[in-house]
């Protein structure tokens, strides 16, 4: 039950796009389409944002997308906007049926 | 209003105990997957445990076994954690989350504000 590998940070300027990586294995990211994207901004809870590797729930702006290439997912933002500014965290379904997060990533807009 | 607002959480002693609720309003309960989701301080996110829409089918992350119980009560709408043996790796803050609605989706669309469980002598 290794965290799923998420960079750090990254950063971008206002209506710029970025991309935020996770990487899984054969056993998770790799083996399901069961990967979600949550945002969570300072002191907040959790919000879904993708869900089954590209779905968007309803409410959430159509600047994020996201996929699915092998072992690692991906979210891309576009157009960032000054409220984009939080964490950013990937969750997989794995071969235990259990979750598994990732480290998160901090996005900061310049 | 859709919601989930948890309870319980404080300051315990190492091998101490606390049971966390959650109380679920807004939705039929009874027909989501529920989890525990925490965050230890200035940390990411960590899956805990899910349990299943009847009751059944509890799993936790390896570090919890043996040590955490979830369950639930769908006739009070409300979800619990039964924390044993607690350690301070154990400190953090407890989010109760929500299944996504479908047989054929995974993802949790609701989340708990989170409750607070410090484990310190």
């Known amino acids: 039950q290794s965290a799923l590998t998420q960079p750090a940070s990254v950063s971008g300027s206002p209506g710029q796009s970025i991309t935020i990586s996770c990487t899984g294995t054969?056993?998770?990211?790799?083996?399901?389409?069961?990967v979600s994207w949550y945002q969570q901004h300072p002191g907040k809870a959790p919000k879904l944002m993708i869900y089954?590797?590209?779905n968007r729930p309803s409410g959430v702006s159509n600047r994020f997308s996201a996929s699915k290439s092998g072992n690692t997912a991906s979210l891309t933002i576009s157009g960032l906007q000054a409220e984009d500014e939080a964490d950013y965290y990937c969750c997989s379904y794995t071969s235990s049926s259990t979750r598994v997060f990732g480290g998160g990533t901090k996005l900061t807009v310049l | 209003e859709v919601s989930l607002v948890e309870s319980g959480g404080g300051l315990v002693q190492p091998g101490g105990s606390l049971r966390l609720s959650c109380a679920a309003s807004g939705f039929t309960f009874r027909s989501h997957l529920m989890s525990w989701v925490r965050q230890a301080p200035g940390k990411g996110l960590e899956w805990v445990a899910n349990i299943k829409e009847d009751g059944g089918g509890e799993l936790y992350v390896d570090s919890v076994k043996g040590r955490f119980t979830i369950a639930r009560d769908n006739a009070k709408n409300s979800l619990f954690l039964q924390m044993n043996s607690l350690r301070a790796e154990d400190t953090g803050v407890y989010y109760c989350?929500?299944?996504?609605?479908?047989?054929?989706?995974?993802?949790?669309?609701?989340w708990g504000q989170g409750t607070a469980v410090t484990v310190s002598s």
């Open positions: 054969s056993s998770d990211v790799g083996r399901y389409n069961y």
């Open positions: 089954d590797v590209s």
């Open positions: 989350s929500r299944g996504i609605y479908s047989i054929s989706s995974v993802g949790y669309d609701l």
